[in-house]
Nanobody, 125 residues
Framework: QVQLVESGGGLVQAGGSLRLSCAAS????????MGWFRQAPGKERQFVAA????????YYADSVKGRFTISRDNHKNTVYLEMNSLKPEDTAVYYCGADDSGSVITTLVMAYDYWGQGIQVTVSS
């Protein structure tokens, strides 16, 4: 069992930056692949970024490539999402997820076994 808690969201102007954190409980964090997803009002949850359990591979949605960076610190049981050059269309509730396949990048919501409660990111124009 893994419990995930996101932090670092808030309101920022377009062009600004935020760093989201997702802290995990449990001693098996390093065995999970981790992902960030987002959900805007009235829309489905969509993939943003993912990282394998050892941090060796990452993958990004085209809409955030070059602006967002996912990373993890297995000693701190935490995964991060550094978001730069934010746009109003990045406004959403952001969720982190844990995937027990660990070594394979997946962009599918259904593949993730555990989710955080979500955190609001609002980008004003």
């Amino acid at each position: 069992q893994v419990q995930l808690v996101e932090s670092g969201g808030g309101l920022v102007q377009a062009g600004g930056s935020l760093r989201l954190s997702c802290a995990a409980s449990g001693r098996t964090f390093s065995s999970y692949g981790m992902g960030w997803f987002r959900q805007a009002p009235g829309k489905e949850r969509q993939f943003v970024a993912a990282i394998t359990r050892n941090g060796g591979s990452t993958y990004y949605a085209d809409s955030v490539k070059g602006r967002f960076t996912i990373s993890r610190d297995n000693h701190k049981n935490t995964v991060y999402l550094e978001m730069n050059s934010l746009k109003p269309e990045d406004t959403a509730v952001y969720y982190c997820g844990a995937d027990d396949s660990g070594s394979v990048i997946t962009t599918l919501v259904m593949a993730y076994d555990y989710w955080g409660q979500g955190i609001q990111v609002t980008v004003s124009s």
